[in-house]
């Protein structure tokens, strides 16, 4: 026991003083909350909008006022053919067209139904989508607004009609920063526990201060305690830097119970901090390391939930997430955060990263070998 | 010449006894291409609903199956009072409750009128809204079936081109930003870390000593990556348009000229790390926070620019990366030639001359 | 001091990497007090031989026993009773000369007054008085290589095993470190250590030659020189390196 408080005063002496390490722990979480979640915006707004107006007529500007005043598009040109609209959206300029076609009026009144042309840039599938999206629902209300208007007889509803009212939970002002700080929350914490300890052990073989230590009669268990503790404390500290930030950057303030996070967060750490012990010892160098840690921790974050929900993911990835700590770090912080769910709601959540943790750590404590 | 040839097959050697960085390097591209090929989709597919029917009438059973049937939604679980909405919401195990009313067919059929609640899990805001939308078009669509033969009067049809990508695969939009970031990250990051290294270990010096000039020295530490860089913008192409099913619709050879562009811009930049750090760990530190996490959040690779504000989409311009992902674009997915992207390389051949400037400069003074 | 107890003995010690046998069968006794030459070429085993005797390689084939225990079963017990002062001298670089003997001292179980009393030795037997709080990166090599020897036998261990300890320094450091080794093996404490310097050969009780992974000449200085008619060990060792198949030569 004495041995492993030795170890730890070495240990966060090391990092008090290492230059490299520190920046990480402060600039970054900072850095990464206040740009990621005003980077990652996929909320629609200012969609590049070009409209070929053929028709001219009142219908037509009537509909052209609609859309131009609703907060997704903005209009961008209004040219005289369709051409020249392609042309701007090779150039980027805009991301929408929608062509209004000669006797769009007149045609409508006489044929009862009429046809617009909407094009999108679709090379980002997903804003892509929801912009047209957007632009349909734009149009139907549109097409209700002057279908109530020109049926001039409103007799009794024939037709059968089902009203669909939606509400959104949890998120009613549709913040999509809600929706992102919590997981690059997770990322942060992820990285430094992740990271850092990854890199740690190699430092020391690199530097041949691990031989003399296998040559001391410290146990094993002694030696990975104090390899563990400090990064699960730096981790512990950083989602505490987290939460503080995105309380006073962002006003988000946890739904549920904090103390649920922490508790998550703790044992998450331990399992991560295993696995960053288990790419360690295995490294030779730290450039491996680094490379091993980058690896891993780019594929799970993508496989997080983070950009993507994971519900759209093939069953082969769904699969490989069931394995990734990281996802249910970030399923946990949401939930935790946004929804309120309790403890007794994600016992699941708890379990498994329990059984990571234990199962990581004993890897990590049986793979390493103080005789070769 | 002979003796650059000597210098560049040490360091291949060195990059050749590290398997397992090897590995990562040459592996992580195809991994990350695949991953965003086919698993990172925002297309909605088999998402968890719950459907709680307070009617239980043939007509909610109609509608429940059409849902059912959808490829879109799958329902997990059937509800029985309004408490479980709740706790199947904070269990994760849904995104959407679809409610009907009590009596939905008796009033639908003698008052033309019922209603259907959507409650949907706004803590993923655009989800939410594009399953209510898919939830109410199904809706309205049985809706419409309903009245039979009889079209509604005044209907404004939408034909709808999705242009340059028409199955909206993620991948077009991200093929480009994993190039871009792979390549930065060998072409920068570990040639930086090589001279770093070279500098740490005491042997730059013996170099600098010897009769090779010092940028025969640099040029060698280069070559390696920059080969290695070629292979993983081959690969990733070759994986994209074979597997992936992307097209190349512009000249192949404009690509890769305008890769090996980048790919100089981003040696330029890794050159001017070295100069500036003295440890491999600061390399290290500096390329991945003043470089990839800038260039995962900012440069386009995953989050368009034009929704960022207006501060972020300045700072994203000092990023060769985000120039480059520009020019791929362009080429690779608009197919454009090099009309529509001249602007672009100029920014990248500055970036590029810039960064020899400078390193230059401060080798000198450091040698001095 | 008992000359006569055996701290160290080796039987047909052997150690195998694929086809290449680093360490060939090598038997041998140092005793209580000695202070014990482990020479040879670079390449020719000793590190090897070294790394299985303090409990970090397991051999191939073979026995050994260092301070009574088994190098296979017992390697905790040996590193309770032993010192060691790796070729890189395994200081941590940025913390400083206290901290690193506070920290050596604390792993190998001693209390905190005899921590304070063994660093305030320490400190003033080397001089180090104005240097204690310095980062030990900044210290200039020999007085590295003094500070590390001096914690690998700060727990006064039973033998203290040195892998080149005196690698790039000038002649009077080297003297000085040698100094030091006089004092422990005077205190009791056998000294076993590695080396290519064969002018440091005279200063040891005894030396093992070893080439190529087997020992060659197993004798005092003295006897050695008579055996091989030099008149240094230099000229023994080039005697018989020049046998030898793998090495520098």
Known sequence: MRTILFLLRKEFLQISRNKSILPIIFVMPIFQLIILPFAANYEMKNISLSIVDMDHSLTSQRFINKITS???FLLKEAPNNYNAALKSLENDEADLIIEIPRGFETDLIKENEIKMMVTANAI???TSGLSVSYANSIIKDFNNEIRVQWIQNPRLNPRPMINITSSNWFNPLMNYKYFMVPGVMAILVTLVGFILSSLNIVREKEAGTIEQLNVTPIKRYQFILAKLIPFWILGLFVLSIGLLISFLLYGIVPEGNILIVYAFAAIYLIALLGLGLIASSNSDTQQQAMFIAYFFMSTAILLGGLFASIDNMPRWAQYITYINPVSYFIDVLRMVILKGSSLYDLRNHFMVITAFALVLNAVAIIGYRKTT | MKQLLVFIKKEFFHILRDPRSMLILLGMPVVQVILFGFAITNEIKNANIAILDNSKDEQTQKIINKIAGSTYFNIERSLVTNEQIDEAFKTGKIKLAIIFQPNFQNELTHTNSASVQLIADASDPNNATTLINYASSIILDYQNSLMGPNKLPYTINTEVKML?????????????????????LISAMMTSIAIVKEKETGTMEILLVSPIKPWLIVISKAVPYFILSFINVTSILLLAVYVLGMPIEGSIILLFVMCVLYIFCSLALGLFISTSVSTQQAAMMVSLIGLMLPIMMLSGYMFPIANMPWILQMLSNVLPAKWYIIIVKQVMIKGLGFSGIWKETLVLLGMTALLILLSIKRFKIRLK | MNLQETVIKTEELTKRFGDFTAVNKISFEVKKGEIFGFLGANGAGKTTAMKMLIGISKPTSGKARVAGYDVYKETEKIKKNIGYMSQKFSLYEDLTVKENIVLYAGIYGLSSKLINEKCDELINRLGLKNEQNVLVGSLPLGW????????????????????EPTGGVDPVT???????????????????????????????NRVSIMVDGVIEALDTPANLKKTFNASSMDEVFLKLARKAKRSDN
């Open chain 3, 144 to 163: 590295k290589q003094k500070l590390s020897f001096s914690i690998a036998i700060v727990h006064k261990p039973q033998i203290v095993f040195l892998d």
């Open chain 1, 124 to 126: 980002n599938g997903q």
């Open chain 2, 164 to 184: 340059y990508n028409p199955e909206l695969k993620g991948i077009y939009s991200s093929v480009p930003g994993v190039m871009a970031l792979i390549l930065m």
């Open chain 3, 174 to 204: 080297r003297r000085q470190f040698w100094d030091l080794i006089y004092e422990a093996a005077y205190n009791g404490i056998t000294v076993f250590v590695t080396t290519h310097y064969m002018d440091e050969a005279e200063y040891c």
């Open chain 1, 70 to 72: 609703s907060k997704y």
